[in-house]
């Protein structure tokens, strides 16, 4: 539950002269992560700290754990920064050693949210995961976020979908939200079986069961728009234009 008041009044303390400006790269990476995860747009606040987050020497100070909470934090708000994502994604090039299996799911979740095209560090988090002993510590929502957002990317990295797919069975009963991007995994693993023999035959040891399961859950779930849907939502129903936020397609699931 969000105290609208609370956020109010920390905001506009943020938003006093030279407080950001002093603050250093975790503050700032801290500050972008707690207003993602309450869902709190202030367009104002927010353009200050990406703002600050570009200048090099804040970039400079910025380790794995805080690039992977300012992309994370963003993709939550749907903020479109392409030149902040670039320049996070070349910092993040320099320290691909560094990143958690939460770190890579965050960011990948991240990218994949916004639509962002950066393959040279994705490749990067990817090899990561595959040789630097990430792989094992997944948990089950950081595995299909990961999972979901390569689904996204289009990708055809047979080998890192296949261990993703195999990671992913060790977990007991998956909740909602996994099943529900586990069902379009399966659906981009379907699309893409000529390219993906190991993934594909990594999936079917899954049994039909959970492919049904997740294909339910994915159809009788609603869905959630993000924060900058529902500002443009807010938006266009304040210029009198009725909004549609969802059309359901059976045939599609």
Do not use: K
């Not at 020497?57 to 994502?85: E, H």
């Not at 990561?128 to 289009?154: E, I, K, Y």
């Not at 938006?235 to 549609?244: F, H, P």
């Amino acid at each position: 539950i969000i105290d609208d008041r609370l956020i109010r009044d920390l905001t506009h303390c943020l938003e006093r002269p030279g407080v950001l400006a002093e603050a250093e790269a975790y503050d700032l990476a801290t500050i972008v992560w707690t207003y993602g995860s309450l869902e709190y747009l202030d367009t104002g606040l927010m353009g200050t700290l990406t703002e600050r987050l570009r200048q090099p020497d804040v970039l400079a100070a910025l380790n794995a754990w805080s690039i992977s909470n300012v992309v994370w934090g963003i993709a939550r708000l749907g903020i479109g920064d392409r030149a902040l994502m670039s320049s996070l994604a070349a910092r993040g090039l320099q320290q691909l050693h560094e990143f958690t299996a939460q770190g890579v799911a965050n960011i990948l979740w991240g990218f994949a949210q916004m639509g962002v095209d950066e393959p040279r560090f994705v490749q990067g988090l990817l090899r990561h995961v595959m040789v630097g002993g990430v792989l094992d510590a997944f948990s089950p929502q950081g595995v299909t976020n990961t999972l979901w957002a390569l689904a996204v990317f289009d990708s055809v990295e047979d080998e890192v979908l296949a261990a993703l797919v195999a990671r992913a069975q060790m977990f007991g009963p998956l909740g909602p939200a996994e099943l529900n991007q586990l069902h379009q995994v399966l659906l981009h693993i379907r699309l893409n079986a000529d390219r993906l023999p190991l993934t594909r035959q990594t999936v079917q040891s899954l049994g039909r069961p959970l492919a049904v399961q997740a294909e339910r859950s994915f159809t009788s779930s609603p869905t959630r728009p993000s924060a900058l849907q529902r500002g443009v939502s807010d938006i266009l129903r304040g210029m009198g234009i009725e909004v549609q936020e969802e059309v359901f397609l059976e045939e599609a699931g």
